[in-house]
């Protein structure tokens, strides 16, 4: 056992899952880095809760709140810049290290060798296929994107490798992005200033959460909340555009005429395997990359979490209350809102392979108004969902697929998909549902 727990701190001590080398196996466990950074020679609960009565929740009359905007973040300037490890593996950056948001201190380094920006490398220039060429397993997780009339999977076989895709959709830029450490997919509009930025990983670390860069500025920026974090562009907010994690065979099902993430350059068989092994069956995350003293333990570090954001109205559903409700129907920020629950989902992050982990489900969150009108919802069973004025049948994608109100397609609202430790720090005085 003590040979296992080896192997799994090895597996788990990077935030990379694969190398900017390509001849370096993209699959391949990371190498267990040292304590310290290694320099090269040249530095370069739970009581089953209730849902709230329609009567409580479907009154489209009722007032709607002020929209409570997102605190502008204190943008520090001057002082000193980084120093020690953090110094050295930022050797040469031309970030303004002068003008931020945070405390450096609060980053941390993820990866061992030098140099550490993009190590973990983005896809610049994406390509895809039709769904009907593809071949993942039905279980398959991945990050579910429809703009228009497009709508694209990206495996999170692929995103653990390389955890950024600087793509466009419809006509319009994204940067989509992925942290296994977090379990959080996020889609942003990398527009800034009228300037479309391209973003990498920067190979630091906060709060266990994936930090960027982006080659303009070489500004850091937050994956979640996409906020800017040390340079030019610090106390910045990316725009996010909604997305969700479903399964291969949930997209397939709603999406059959959708395009899927080809591997760049290598055969789809050179993804899936799970550097992060046995990572969801740990009781907390990383010490080094997590401060223990801000885990908030109202539900476990590594639940899997909704987090809703409408009009700077934050709150989290955990899957285990979404899960035991199977539809939750809520109002956010004066927005009727509804959480799904839906079977079929692997874990992507604790079994050797991400297509073969226990089936954690797919949760996703919409407005719950059709033509104007507030719908309830309860679950049918097998994933599927009605509403209460018209019994038509609906998905977990948010799709009427059977009754009176088939072909209408619930509008999705800002929701992310974390670990609770994840989205209990960066919102530590959001609203939570449950009992």
């Known amino acids: 056992m003590k040979r296992l727990a080896a192997l799994v701190a090895a597996a788990l001590a990077l935030s990379a899952c694969g190398e900017s080398d390509p001849g370096v196996d993209p699959t391949a466990v990371p190498v267990v880095p040292t304590a310290t950074v290694e320099m090269a020679e040249t ?90 060429e593809a071949a993942w397993s039905d279980p398959e997780p991945g990050l579910l994107l429809v703009a228009g009339e497009e709508a694209r999977f990206y495996p999170l076989a692929m995103l653990i490798v390389h955890e950024i895709v600087n793509d466009e959709i419809d006509g319009r830029p994204v940067l989509v992005t992925y942290c296994p450490l977090c379990n959080s997919a996020l889609v942003f509009d990398p527009v800034v200033d009228s300037k479309r930025l391209r973003f990498g990983t920067s190979g630091l670390l906060r709060n266990s959460d994936l930090v960027m860069w982006d080659d303009a500025t070489e500004s850091l920026w937050q994956q979640i909340g996409g906020e800017g974090l040390v340079g030019a562009y610090a106390g910045h907010r990316l725009d996010v555009i909604p997305s969700a994690i479903v399964s291969w065979g949930d997209f397939k099902a709603g999406y059959s005429d959708g395009m899927v993430l080809a591997p760049p350059g290598r055969p789809a068989s050179s993804y899936g395997r799970n550097p992060y092994v046995q990572y969801t069956s740990r009781s907390s995350p990383i010490p080094g990359f997590f401060d223990s003293t801000i885990l908030d333990d109202r539900y ?46 692997a874990d992507a992050l604790d079994a050797p392979t991400t297509a073969e982990g226990a089936d954690v489900g797919a949760a996703l969150a919409f407005d719950r108004r059709v033509d104007g009108e507030v719908l309830f919802f309860s679950t049918a069973g097998e994933g599927r969902f009605t509403d209460e004025r018209t019994g038509s049948t609906w998905n977990v994608l948010g799709h009427a697929v059977e009754g009176e109100l088939a072909g209408n397609r619930l509008e999705p609202v800002v929701h992310t998909n974390e670990f609770w430790f994840a989205w209990s720090a960066f919102h530590p005085n959001a609203e939570v549902f449950g009992p």
């Open 43 to 132: 530095p370069v609960p739970t009581a089953e809760p209730g849902t709230a009565t329609p009567d409580a929740l479907a009154t489209p009359e009722a007032p709607a709140p002020e929209p409570v905007l997102l605190p502008t973040p204190q943008v520090i300037t001057g002082g000193a810049g980084p120093t020690g490890d953090l110094a050295r593996v930022s050797t040469g950056w031309a970030t303004d290290w002068s003008t931020r948001t945070i405390d450096l201190e609060e980053l941390r380094i993820g990866i061992s060798v030098i140099p550490i920006r993009d190590r973990i490398p983005p896809i610049d220039n994406p390509e895809f296929a039709p769904a009907s």
């Open 300 to 345: 476990p570090a590594l639940e899997r979490t909704v987090g809703v954001t409408v009009d700077g109205h934050d709150k989290a559903y955990p899957f285990s209350v979404v899960q035991a409700n199977g539809a939750v129907n809520d109002v956010v920020g004066g927005v009727p809102v509804l959480v799904l629950w839906s079977p079929g989902t």
